[in-house]
């Protein structure tokens, strides 16, 4: 079994390095629109997945497969664990090989050497690779975006959106930004996107199904950045059904084209008009 796991290992080390080189050298040699195709979603789901989920389904398979008299679940966990510490290796070696190819930015100012000295080498590396445990999460609530709302727009009149404006990269244009900062500054930057847009979608699911204010004052509080719509139009907690029914025959109407959160731009947009049709200037209802 050792000498399959080393295999894995090996080849999936060699693969994200070969990967990550490509992209660098993509610009260099005039694919540069195929650079910016996979900075943005679709092209950007298949970027991320390559360098996160792929090498670890296959380092799982291929040590199943070879397991020879060993386990199947501990081949499997043998084999993602290999999967694992090749991504990890790999995240370090290209983070030092792309300072010492950026040696004016590496030894300017940097967040890495702030932080250390903020909070001690020790604590701020472990912390920032302790978030890695996120990855999964993000990667199952992208998947929710891509598979799960999609039919929600034809089922419920949901609204649409271009993903790629929400699930994008851009911080490796930063001036100064390299090595470990640029990795994980893009990992950063790539989670606030998805999150962001799982929220986004989730003020529809919200607005749409459930309309009802907390009883609990301090979570409306809390919850009320992420959903607008707690202060402008849910149903009072102390309310009856007869309450929600009016705020949804109001702000759904069966005739409506797109059944947004009531603070959707589409919305205002379509509000804005109608109130200008009949002939009112301003916007309240």
């Known amino acids: 079994m050792l000498p399959t796991l080393i295999w894995i290992f090996a080849t999936t080390l060699a693969a994200l390095l070969a990967a990550a080189f490509l992209l660098h050298a993509l610009p260099k040699v005039g694919l540069a ?4 195709w996979l900075a943005h979603a679709p092209g950007l789901d298949l970027a991320v997945a ?3 989920v792929a090498p670890q389904v296959v380092g799982i398979v291929i040590a199943v497969n070879a397991r020879g008299e060993t386990n199947a679940w501990l081949a499997a966990g043998l084999g993602l664990l290999a999967a694992v510490l090749a991504q990890i290796a790999a995240t370090l070696l290209w983070g030092w090989a792309h300072e010492l190819a950026n040696p004016k930015a590496r030894r300017g100012p940097r967040i890495v050497a702030t932080l250390n000295r903020n909070v001690g080498r020790f604590r701020n590396h472990s912390a920032v690779w302790w ?3 996120a990855v999964p999460l993000f990667a199952i609530v992208r998947i929710a975006e891509l598979f799960i709302y999609p039919p929600l727009i034809w089922l419920v009149k949901f609204p649409r959106y271009k993903q790629g404006e929400w699930v994008n990269i851009s911080r490796h244009k930063f001036d100064g930004l390299v090595g470990h900062d640029l990795i994980w ?3 950063c930057d ?7 847009l799982g929220t986004e979608m989730l003020r529809n699911v919200e607005s749409f199904w ?3 204010k907390f009883d609990s004052t301090k979570k409306c509080e809390n919850c009320t950045l992420d959903f607008p719509d707690i202060d402008n139009g849910w149903t009072d907690a102390a309310g009856d059904m007869s309450d929600v029914v009016k705020v949804l025959e109001q702000k759904y109407p069966k005739e409506q084209a797109t059944n947004a959160w009531f603070g959707h731009p589409v919305r205002l947009t379509r509000e804005g008009a109608d109130l200008s ?3 009112r200037s301003d916007v309240s209802e």
């Not at 629109?33 to 910016?36: I, P, S």
């Not at 989670?191 to 962001?196: A, D």
């Open 33 to 36: 629109v195929l650079t910016r």
């Open 50 to 52: 390559y360098f996160t």
């Open 131 to 133: 978030t890695a445990w």
């Open 185 to 187: 500054c893009l990992y």
């Open 190 to 196: 790539w989670m606030t996107g998805v999150w962001s």
């Open 210 to 212: 459930c309309p009802i």
């Open 277 to 279: 049709a009949a002939g």
